[in-house]
């Protein structure tokens, strides 16, 4: 068969596997309250405003500090159509995800083949990494990896190109990036100065072509980026470093690479989301290792031979970028202290696979790509094997992913009391995204209050509005579960001091019997007036 029907037919598998993978069972595992911390903004959430940090005429622009709300904006029309569901949440960053896989095929295509660029996107579609930290929108990840792959592949269409027009796309994603979640940045300035190192002589050309065209874009991603580390960018940073204070750079180097590695080998996700270790091994760190190591050395010998960088092949270039970019935001990421998690390295991904690929094509062209895609399909697929097999209705979770929060809410569906109060962190969000138009009324977020009681007259105005001549089902995690460690003794010092007695109204559980929440019922119908200490 011909070269572009092969190359259509990898395409079509690499899609269908990864939305197969993806969304069997779309309602496992339960829905964590970090994955729909967007549903109070997607949906116009009157009782609280917990998630919406920053409103402009009303409209909710910033979710919290370093998140922005255009999750929540895109969103909007789905749960207006056909409301809140697991499905509804899942399916749209599957399909998004997939036009993430198109993009990367898009960028490929800048230093490989037709069937090697296949090869590569068939690699990523296969690896549990990228389908369970998708599927979960992990961090969130999504969007970033999306808005991420579209401002490389405009920026490398202009460097091709000559056609200044397409900053106009790098330029909207990467504004679109850091609106989305603030470390976008990571990836901004890596770009400019990989573009400015590697391709001066592309980007001159594009210049004198349309001088206006070329400057006014880039002119507008600086004042969008200037006004957004002002702002926004280093209060958080300063903030964030000042809390970490006590953590030597030295500590966070071997932590990162630790990290990376666990994150891409798919231990670190399916650890957070299981609480088992992962016991398939993977081969991608071992490959991507060799590779980092082989394209440093080869660059240098490369570019030594060609008198300079600037002699080298754009497409040797456009290799060198996928490395640079990778060591740039890499070390960013070692320098933000409070960078701690798998959703932060998700930032380099999937830069290894094109310098991998990249590395391979070099020693061996087409057999080498041939030998990578094998080590790297093979390996995830026996890891994706495990995930497949622990990420089935029933298994056991750890208790924030576990689907018995289904269960719970629909509990609190069927209840009907005057108040449904959270008493812990992300309980509110998951009862309020699931919940039936009456429960979303009359559900309250209060583990601010509970973490810390504060002044009397604080407790007091809770008590009036939550609890006073009112039946109120208290929401919280299974003992030995709770994530503000303060809220539970908090909570039962409060209700005493108000005349207020918890009484154990139902328990959910996991099938291994872990218990997951605990409901309490609190009748505050003869309370009048908030008692006086």
């Known amino acids: 068969m011909p070269t572009v029907v092969w190359t259509a037919v990898l395409l079509v598998a690499a899609g269908a596997y990864f939305a197969l993978a993806a969304g069997r069972a779309i309602d496992v595992p339960g829905l964590q309250y970090d994955e729909i911390l967007f549903v109070n903004a997607a949906t116009g959430e009157p009782t609280n405003g917990l998630f919406v940090a920053k409103r402009v005429f009303g409209i909710p622009v910033m979710l919290m500090g370093y998140i922005g709300a255009l999750k929540a904006y895109l969103y909007y029309p789905v749960f207006q ?4 569901s697991p499905a509804t949440i899942r399916w749209p960053v599957i399909a998004a995800s997939l036009m993430t896989l198109g993009l990367t095929y898009g960028v490929a295509r800048f230093s490989f083949g037709q069937m090697t660029s296949a090869l590569l996107t068939l690699a990523i579609a296969v690896d549990p990494t990228f389908i369970y930290m998708t599927k979960l929108d992990f961090g969130p990840v999504v969007l970033m990896l999306l808005l991420k792959l579209a401002a490389l592949w405009f920026a490398l269409r202009t460097v091709s190109s000559g056609l200044p027009r397409y900053l106009w796309g790098m330029s909207v994603a990467c504004a679109l990036g850091m609106f989305d979640k603030l470390n976008f940045i990571w990836f901004l300035l890596a770009l400019v100065v990989a573009c400015g190192a590697l391709f001066r002589g592309e980007l001159a050309v594009a210049y004198r072509r349309h001088p206006r065209g070329f400057v006014f874009p880039l002119a507008s991603l600086a004042a969008v980026t200037a006004a957004a580390t002002v702002w926004l960018v280093l209060p ?3 903030a964030s470093q000042s809390a970490a204070q006590g953590v030597s750079l030295v500590e966070r180097l071997p932590y990162v690479l630790r990290v990376y590695a666990t994150t891409m080998s798919g231990q670190e996700p399916f650890l957070h989301v299981t609480g088992s270790n992962l016991t398939a091994k993977s081969l991608t760190n071992y490959v991507t290792a060799a590779s980092l190591f082989a394209m440093l050395a080869w660059g240098v010998v490369a570019t030594r031979r060609a008198g300079g960088m600037a002699r080298l092949p754009l497409r040797q270039r456009t290799l060198a970028c996928h490395l640079l970019l990778f060591v740039l935001i890499a070390l960013q990421i070692w320098l933000t202290k409070k960078a701690w ?19 391979a094509v070099t020693l061996a062209g087409a057999a080498g790509a ?24 029933g298994a056991e979770f750890e208790p924030q992913w576990s689907p018995v929060v289904y269960d719970l809410v629909d509990y609190l569906n069927g209840r009907l009391p005057d108040r449904i109060v959270s008493v812990d962190w992300g309980i509110h969000n998951q009862v309020y995204a699931l919940g039936t138009p009456r429960t979303r009324v009359v559900c309250r ?17 809770m008590y009036q509005s939550d609890f006073q001549n009112r039946n109120v089902l208290a929401v919280l995690h299974g003992r030995g579960w709770d994530i503000m460690p303060t809220a539970r003794a908090n909570f039962s010092v409060w209700a005493a001091s108000f005349g207020l007695t918890p009484s154990l109204d139902r328990t959910f559980s ?3 019997g872990t218990t997951i929440f605990e409901v309490y019922s609190l009748d505050g119908a003869g309370t009048q007036d908030a008692p006086s200490r």
Do not use: C, E, N
């Open 510 to 512: 996991s099938p291994a």
């Open 445 to 461: 977020d209060r583990w601010p209050d509970f973490r810390t009681l504060g002044d009397r007259g604080k407790q007091t105005r």
């Open 370 to 393: 041939a030998l990578v895609t094998g080590a790297f399909v093979a390996s995830s697929l026996t890891v994706g094997a495990s995930y497949a097999q622990a990420f089935q209705p």
């Open 236 to 238: 958080q940073l300063l």
């Open 341 to 359: 998690g798998p959703h932060h390295l998700m930032m380099l991904y999937p830069l290894q696979y094109f310098i991998a690929f990249g590395m």
């Open 81 to 84: 159509l056909f409301g809140v």
